[in-house]
């Protein structure tokens, strides 16, 4: 499987490879942290010091997932930082083989000034596209979540299950690419 490429560019976004580097200073000093990116950092980025973490120590102990894991969403527009997305891994997850033989599962965040705007839905096609095919993509949303519920069934994955995961239970939906 090969790697995807640094920059993945849609009509209205970049989805930028994030570094090792700017992941660990991101958890350590936020001031030095926006000096290594040519965009622009919010402060929401600076609140997911879990998910920044433990990203970092999958590219850490396995560089061949870097291209796959965590990647900014910035708008073209203005080179503004507006959410990100990321992989959870390659494609073949073994988690997901009751789902689907060869699956991804994809996450992400849009803050919240630049929600319900159509940049979720840009990102995740857009990353989507961006994989080698024939792949399944699974998406495991918050049973609360609405917003991204509807724009899983507005982009035509089929809820296929349900996990609890870290005491909140979530719905499975998968997509068949080919």
Not at 103 to 128: D, H, M, N
Request: overall charge neutral.
């Amino acid at each position: 499987m090969s790697d995807l490429q640094p920059i993945i560019e849609t009509k209205h976004l970049l989805l930028i490879q994030l570094n090792l580097e700017f992941l660990e200073t991101s958890v350590a000093n936020q001031d030095n942290a926006t000096h290594l990116v040519n965009f622009a950092v919010p402060p929401y980025w600076f609140n997911e010091k879990e998910l920044i973490s433990i990203r970092a120590s999958q590219i850490k102990e396995h560089q061949h997932l870097a291209s796959w894991l965590l990647r900014a969403i910035v708008r073209r527009s203005d080179n503004q930082m507006i959410g990100h997305i990321n992989a959870h891994g390659k494609p073949g997850m073994t988690h997901l083989k009751s789902y689907c033989e060869y699956g991804i599962e994809i996450g992400y965040t849009i803050y919240e000034p630049y929600k319900r705007r159509g940049y979720a839905s840009e990102a995740i096609l857009g990353f989507v596209d961006s994989i080698p095919k024939p792949v399944s993509v699974v998406l495991s949303i918050g049973i609360e979540n609405n917003p991204s519920l509807q724009l899983a069934r507005k982009l035509g994955y089929q809820r296929v299950g349900q996990v609890v995961e870290d005491g909140e239970t979530e719905f499975v939906h998968l997509k068949r690419f080919v």
